[in-house]
């Protein structure tokens, strides 16, 4: 299984980068779940991102069945042996063909704004997407990628079955597939987490993937990314008593701090709103540890999740090794919890001697470090979703225990994964700037 998208894409880089040997190669996802895994070939490969936005033509008494396909800049592809078979008019062809172009430049505008697509014309086209069910789209986007000029077509996803991959080596002149078992049952089934993707995320990845603006550059040639995408990470591995603690660790030139990501649960380094939050606090200065406080087989037993003792001493050892490190030496520490991690981050940040500055819960269970609240001298902020209302009392009754600097902060509407438009955005922000202050107070005293 993949832990995420982002894992998924990881991989099938990895995969890809001892295959794909052209130098002029261009990456395209299909939206939404199709960017995420791209964004992470895209970098293996060293090689440009785009959108493909396509849209099936249905026929209109059977729209699962596609007598075509439309793309952006007119490309129209038709399959007349489905128009012969159907019987299917003009007219009715022409009406299904003006809704969906319609579609498909709603959809172009909303990812890609004002940019221009990447040229195509004489080039290798990776197509990705995050999994092939019926393969339709997939196909209908290989089709469209070679109407646009596409010299050779590479078709590279997860996971699919073996049937539909082979199908789809008739419209793809090649097609790398991780997994391919013989019953899908669904794309999700092969995710850890398969949360939607949402319209920002897409749009802030193409951005962050999109070579800047030069004067008489070729549209797509650029092969260089903007400036702020986020950081390489380094893995590195602690020693936590019995186990070895994987994690990842950026530290951006000149760090004002370290953040470390405190979850309850295995794979949280994988994790896309761990790794999102990480990239607004890269961007901010801030170095960022993220790791996973117990390991996939120990994650099994629910009981490890809520056993905050063996959590918090977990991160108290990977504290330590921070603290080893000579680049760290001077640097402030901060906790950023979810879960029962918030939990976890508070009762280590209680222990005597904690060099804690400051500690964030996101959606987390303070309430679970008990007594121990009390100890904890790390400024403190507490954020929860407006529609988590049990969640909201457990932090207000956790905030009343804190003798520290605290403050509850409510995200209006969001839930307890705050997966709503511009929920996890106002999350990272909220966190960033509190980070950012308490750290350059800790440095002035």
């Known amino acids: 299984m993949f832990v995420d998208r982002h894992d998924a894409g990881v991989r099938l880089g990895q995969r890809l980068a001892g295959l794909v040997t052209d130098e002029d190669v261009v990456v395209l996802g299909l939206p939404k779940g199709g960017v995420p895994v791209g964004f992470e070939v895209a970098r293996a490969l060293g090689a440009p991102l785009d959108v493909i936005v396509v849209r099936k033509l249905g026929v209109p008494f059977q729209p699962e069945l596609g007598f075509g396909a439309v793309g952006e800049g007119g490309v129209r592809v038709i399959n007349a042996d489905v128009v012969r078979l159907v019987d299917v008019t003009r007219e009715e062809m022409s009406e299904v063909e003006e809704r969906e172009r319609a579609e498909v430049l709603r959809r172009v505008r909303r ?8 040229a195509l014309a004489g080039r290798t086209v990776v197509v990705v997407d995050d999994g092939i069910a019926t393969g339709s789209t997939a196909r209908a986007a290989c089709q469209v990628a070679r109407a646009r000029g596409a010299a050779r077509v590479i078709l590279a996803v997860p996971v699919g079955t073996p049937d539909t991959i082979a199908s789809l080596r008739e419209d793809a002149d090649e097609v790398i597939c991780l997994e391919t078992p013989t019953v899908l049952w669904g794309i999700g089934t092969w995710y850890v987490d398969f949360i939607q993707t949402a319209d920002e995320r897409v749009v802030e990845l193409l951005q962050w993937a999109a070579p800047p603006a030069a004067e008489g550059a070729v549209p797509g040639k650029e092969r260089t990314v903007k400036s702020d995408p986020p950081e390489p990470a380094d893995e590195v591995t602690v020693d936590a008593g019995p186990v070895r603690l994987p994690g990842q660790l950026v530290v951006p030139e000149k760090a004002d701090g370290i953040v470390v990501f405190v979850h309850g649960s295995g794979s949280s380094r994988y994790s896309p709103r761990n790794r999102y939050v990480a990239s607004v606090f890269n961007r901010a200065g801030l170095g960022t540890l993220l790791f996973d406080l117990l390991t996939v087989e120990e994650e099994y037993d629910r009981g490890n999740v809520f ?11 990977v504290t330590n090794w921070l603290s080893d490190q000579p680049w760290a030496a001077g640097l402030p520490v901060g906790y950023f919890g ?14 005597r001697g904690s060099r804690v500055a400051a500690v964030v819960s996101r959606g987390g269970r303070p309430d679970l470090a008990g007594a121990r609240l009390a100890a904890v001298r790390a400024a403190t902020l507490l954020i929860v979703g407006g529609c988590d209302e049990l969640v909201i009392e457990l932090n207000q009754a956790a905030q009343e225990w804190l003798t520290c600097e605290s403050r509850l902060e409510i ?4 839930t307890h994964l705050f997966e709503e438009p511009g929920a996890l955005e106002a999350v990272a922000d909220l966190a960033r700037n509190w980070f950012t202050d308490h750290f350059s107070r800790t440095r002035v005293g």
């Open 307 to 317: 056993d905050i003792e063996l959590l918090a001493g977990r991160l108290a050892q």
């Open 411 to 414: 995200i209006p509407d969001a």
């Open 338 to 351: 979810a879960s029962t991690g918030a939990a976890a981050a508070l009762w280590a940040a209680a222990e």
């Open 111 to 118: 990812f890609r704004g004002d940019r221009a697509p990447v």
